[in-house]
């Protein structure tokens, strides 16, 4: 089997994330891949390998120019298949196509986009996409129910969940752990939440909550890593509740190494998203043996399950999780052995499986 795919968000989170252990997973003698990469990718050694080849395409994401250049080198390569890790498919491509849908959050949160063309832009790839592909791939139950929703064909969708990093379990030497705190200034004890600061994950309630619990807990402080994005008023809300010395502002960081130490030395983990099509940052705590206080809404319930303390997203019952897993041992135990277990159970080796296997059923198609 050859198949070809769009590898050029291999630098981005989440949908980066799964593009780089695809590539690192799937290519073998029996499934020979051909990665379509920007300058950056082309010169990335992690995807050196006898079953990945590696082609350039020049055209910016999300441009007229993908639609032609990525089309056009994909055909010259003779693929069997054609997988599209985002929406933006290539639609002039004419072999057999499959895309993977992670979620519908433009669509749900009108504004996660800054420009309204960009809005525009992703409602008709989604729909574009679902049509001319032979099959649909969803990260979750949840993302599948959405496209359902909106009115995709429902014997092309099929959900394979993400897998999760081992990395984030592997036990780093106390020294380098006190090394990577110290270098962002954070002191223990503290809580961490990972990801984006747009508005659908809920950071300001967040703050809030945390202003809520550490009334109980004043030694507490939180840690926030991710790419600081001035909009949302995160940064405004911390200074409005007085909070300025309790919250560690990491931006984002480069280093892996310095995150999993971040991850691993925390009290607890906190995902206040109001929606997600998977959701990665919880699982990665799990398998750092963190507690993790998640909300209950979109994928959450499906993804993380009973390891998790689920609760309604908003600041009362935020702030109610997060003294329970501070201040309930026996709780916080249960949670940290669940988390484990669970977290363990979802790896890319079985996402790969999964992948592979819609591949074949996409083969099997007669057009």
Known sequence: MRVGIDGRMLYHSGIGRYIQNILLTLPSPELRMVVFLNEKGMKDKRLDSPFLEKRLIRSPLFSPFEQVELAWKARAEKLDLFHAPHINAPLLYPGKLVVTVHDLI??????TIAFSLGERYFAAMVKLSTLRAQRILTVSQNTRKDLLAFGVDEGKIFAVLNGV?????????????????????????????????????????LIRAFAAARRNFPDLSLVLIGKVDRREGVIE?????????AVVV??????????????QESSGFVFPSLYEGFGLPPLEAMMAGVPVVSSNRSAMPEVLGEAAL?????????????????????????LIEKGKKHSARLS???????????????LAISR
């Open 106 to 111: 433009p669509l749900l949160f009108p504004g």
């Open 165 to 205: 990093d081992p990395l984030y379990g592997e036990r780093i030497p106390p020294e380098d752990l006190s090394a990577s705190l110290e270098v962002f200034g954070i002191k223990k004890p503290f809580l961490l939440y990972a990801g984006q600061w747009k508005r659908y994950k809920n950071v300001l309630g």
């Open 310 to 334: 689920l609760v309604d997203p908003e600041e009362e019952a935020l702030a109610r999780g997060i003294e329970k897993i501070l201040g309930d041992p026996g709780l916080r135990g249960e």
């Open 250 to 263: 990491t931006d984002y960081i480069a280093e892996e190494k310095d995150v999993v130490a971040i991850y």
């Open 237 to 245: 809300e911390i200074e409005r509740l007085g909070l300025g010395k």
């Open 348 to 362: 890319w080796e079985a996402t790969a499986q999964g992948i592979k296997k819609i591949y074949r059923e996409t």
